[in-house]
């Protein structure tokens, strides 16, 4: 126990969440939950091998710089995660194995083995709830669109991925589609991939977009392509030309009342 009311969380390991430029007035609110390597101490870093210490199991390498590189460039706020994902997943519901997993691809995790319920709930109370609220509250004050942000690894179980950016949707595709059919070089976007909802990885889409009738995409970036501060700046760059150009062209179109209607939802849980 590290104090009366938390079980996870120092105070100075305090808050689980940080929401960057909160007052911005640019057209989307971001979302990064896959932006921190922190394991608090009181976890003893999960019993990871040091090798995998800060490995892409344990957060998304370059996501965050993304991010802020996509907020300043829009004046957009910017809510992050202060806390591994291997330590409670924030793209993930309470009820997904994927939450708090005993195994991320290669990587075993130690201390997710044989949680009891009072632990569960404690990383769900102290990390998930307060990302989860910090978003809704940015989210109820700006009207913009969500777009949450996240980088993917070139190997994937051995293999080389030869996606670059991928845009993501969950039952409602406008803002994909759109940054589809405005996307310039040099680096390729592709739709749903190198993942797609039905691997299970639009819970923030759905439950905090979809569910207000936001538009929505989320964005996978290889994190070879986000290796320095250049390489972030050029992503960024064809990132924010593909969202101002789609979000204009679907303001237009809601003028004109050409609202589409909306899919089924995708089902599936996975990755
Ligand atoms: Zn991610």
């Given at each position: 126990m590290v104090g009366n009311d938390s079980q996870i969380l120092a105070p100075g390991e305090r808050p689980a969440v940080e929401v960057i430029h909160p007052g911005g007035t640019g057209p989307v609110v971001l979302s990064c939950e896959h932006a921190s390597a922190a394991i608090p101490a009181?976890?003893?870093?999960?019993?990871?091998?040091e090798a995998d210490r800060l490995s892409h199991a344990v957060w998304d390498p370059g996501a965050l710089a993304l991010a802020v590189a996509i907020s300043e460039r829009m004046g957009a706020p910017l809510v992050a995660s202060r806390v591994s994902r291997l330590v409670?997943?924030?793209?993930?519901?309470?009820?997904?194995?994927?939450?708090?997993?005993?195994?991320?691809e290669v990587v075993e995790v130690p201390g997710n083995v044989g949680l009891n319920d009072e632990q569960r709930a404690a990383r769900v109370c102290e990390i998930y709830r307060p990302f989860q609220a910090a978003l809704s509250g940015v989210l109820d004050r700006h009207g913009g669109a969500l777009v949450t942000v996240h980088s993917f690894t070139p190997l994937w179980h051995g293999e080389p991925r030869a996606t670059e950016i991928g845009l993501l949707h969950d039952s409602d595709d406008r803002l994909a589609l759109a940054m589809m059919d405005n996307w310039t070089g040099p680096l390729k976007a592709e739709l749903?991939?190198?993942?797609?909802?039905t691997d299970g990885v639009t819970h923030t889409l759905r439950e905090h977009a979809v569910s207000r009738g936001r538009l929505n995409v989320m964005i996978e970036v290889r994190n070879d392509l986000l290796a320095d501060a250049e390489k972030v700046s050029l992503a960024a760059e064809q990132l924010c030309g593909a969202l101002s150009l789609s979000l204009a062209a679907l303001a237009t179109e809601g003028e004109e009342g050409c609202a589409p209607a909306s899919a089924a939802l995708p089902t599936g849980e996975g990755a």
């Open positions: 009181a976890l003893d870093g999960l019993g990871l091998a409670y997943d924030c793209n993930r519901p309470p009820s997904s194995p994927g939450a708090m997993p005993e195994r991320s749903n991939a190198p993942y797609s909802a």
